[in-house]
Structures are given as C-alpha cells and as structure tokens.
C-alpha cells in the first residue's frame, strides 16, 4: 500500500479516535492529508494528555504507569493486547509508550522480512550454524527498555527457542561475562556499541574466545572507528540498527553502513529548532515521526528529539529507502562561548570522532559544566597509561576546539570513571551537568 493511504488513513482515525487530535486538527480541513500542515507533537505534550491521546480509553495513564512499574509484568502484555515500553520523561515521570498488535505484526514482518536476510547474508552462515544459532544480547536487564521488553517478549512466545536466546546482565562483573559468553558460545552478539567495544577488548586480549557470526549494535550511535574495532577484534560485520521506544525499527543498516529508513512505515522529517525541514546533508535540530503502524496511540509529526542528516540518495547498495546518519539527541548538543561572548553550538559526534580517534581509550563521558568548561571521564584499554593518555586526549580536544575559535573554553578531567545511565542501560556520552534529562529507551 502506498504510504500516502497509509498516512490518511491515520490521519482520519487519530481525527475520529483520539479527543487530542480531534481538537490539535480543529482547524484543518476534513479530508487534511498532507503531513507538512499538520502541527507537531511533543513528549510532554502526549504525556500530559495521555488519556485522551490514547484511543482505548481503559488504557490510561496511570494503569499504563502501574504495569510499567512492575518488574514482573515484563515480557506480558499490558491489558493483554498492547506491548508497553518505558522510557525517561520530561518531568521525571516516566513516559510509557503503546504499541498495538497490528503494529507488532509491522515491526516483526520488518525484521525478519527486511532485517533478517541482510544479515544472513552478512554473516558467514557456516559460522553460525557451527554456534548453533545461539543469540547472546548483552544488557541491563530489570526495566520496561526498548531492549529488555522485545526479549522478554520473544522468550514468552517462542519457549523452544528461549535456551538459543540469552540474555546477559552488563551488570555483572566483567570477569563473569566474559566466562559465561564463553560457555554459551554465541552465533550472534547483540549489545550497546559501548558494551561492544569493552568486549572487543576482552576478545582481543585473549579472555574472551568467542567466534561469532555477527555483531549486532543498537540504543547507543555506533562510530565508524568503534564499528572497526568491533569487527577487527571478532573478525565478523558489524551491523547497526536505529530504534526507539516510538518505533523500535526505523532503520537497519545496509553493507554500505547507510541507516535505511523503513519509511513505507515510518516518516522522518529533519527540521530545525522552528520545525523547517532541514536539507540533506546538514544535520537537524530534531527530527519529526510519524509511525504509520500504530494506532493505540498515534504519532503524527512527533518530536523525537533526535539530531539526523539524511543523506544524499541513491546509496550504492541500490536500496531505493532514504538513508540517515543519527547524530544523537539534539538535547546533548553543546553551546559554548567563544572569546567574543557568543555561544556556538558544536556537535557531539565531532569532539566523539576526535576522542574515539585517540587509540588507548576505552569508554569517556564528556560533560559541559559551564559555558567555558568541559569535563572528561574517561576510563583507559589495558595495557594503556592513563596519563600519556589523558594528555594525548586534552591536547587533541584544545586543538580541535581552537579551530572552531573556542580557545577559550577549557577541558577538565574529572577523577571519576564513566558512568552508565542507569534509565535503559546506556552509556551517555555526552551531557550538560544537572541541565538535561537523562535518556533511556
Ligand atoms: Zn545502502
């Protein structure tokens, strides 16, 4: 079905269903189908009128707030037909996001229809059947994430698979891991980029044996020179998934490393601060979606928060879906003061290819603690110095930032070691002390 149906078709039913676009849309015309004149939607603005965005009305918020609050509850359904998917909110409650079956049925079908065979083909299949098949996905495991819900969910549904499939705690010692990765055995290594990159090591240093068929990397952006080192260590492709609590496909990569949008289901439109569309190849304010899939809770021009550069088509692989390159969230953009007073914004992705350039580091966190200060964790590989290091990573930073013209801004060390965000797991890499929520999908 042309996605331009698809996108009435929502449009009419958000109109006739949802009392919060019923009254958004007020003014448009009735037969209104065209995405750009429809106003945006923000996270705070859904979660504050979450029961009369919902469109089953015994869904409400707190009902919602109740079974994502219940670690046991994990891998069911809520009200037996919605999968349920928390993530950090605005005011410190959490947002809870729904997903119907008939969406379910679109993210699974996307997956082993679209996702899967890229993969087999990208994987030594001889590899793979040698490891049996086995899927070893390494997380935080506990909370309603993105990640922890979609395995529960599998497990549940396919118990003879359940004993290929496991799920390893990155809390868990390290040493303990790795010794458990190394009696599983697994075919399929799935992780946050960060997780993967700390393995990596552990393979490279001879801890860890495992010889998997594919690295599989999601939640966290995955940077050319960190996919390198993952595929160098494993001797096996490294592929990247871009997913969110709103969507939990909007692009899987291609051979290329181009993020193809599934966008006969998902619509993503890069804009600025003011919600302009932003041309290729430029990076974006935030980006819109829109998922086409879902109906229990509809999302039409919504603000994902998310800074994209969509990039120049056709892609080499023949794909004739839109590719995008995610640069992180637009919150974690730094604005900082030059000489002159004034504050320039600069993208994390580039001070994140000046420090993962830097050979010897293993993890870092970079904080802005003020309109002239940054601050730095970093934790060392084995087999680095720490100070060598550290002062090879501080006389790059000042380098780079003196070429944008911010002398004047000053990088710190802190004492500490980088911490993971304990909302889904993910290491953020980049913040601004006590201004920004933390993120988690
Ligand atoms: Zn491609």
Redesign the pocket.
Known sequence: MDPRVRLARLIDFARRRSAYYRDLYAALPADAADLKALPPVTKEGLMANFDSWTTDAVATRESAEAFVADPSSIGRLFLDRYVAFATSGTTGRPAVFLHDKDALRVYIRLALWRRLPSLIRAGSLRTFLVNRARTATIITTGGHFTSSVIEALFRSRFPGLSGRNRVFSLLDPLPELVRELNDFRPAILGSYPTALAILAEEQEAGRLRIRPALALSGAERLSPPVARRIAAAFRCPVRDTYAASEFPGIAF????G?L?VNSDWVMLEPVDAEYRPVPPGVPSSTTLLTNLANRVQPLLRYDLGDSVTELPSP?????RLP?VRPEGRHDEILFLESPEGSLKPVLPLILATVIEETPGVRSYQMMQAGKRLLRLRVDEAPGHDRRPLCEELLRRLRDYLSTQGLSTVTVELSGERPRRNTAGGKLRQFFVEGGNRPSGS
């Not at 990569?253 to 290329?256: E, Q, S, V, Y």
């Open positions: 990569d291609c051979r290329h181009r193809h892609c080499p692989c023949g794909s590719s």
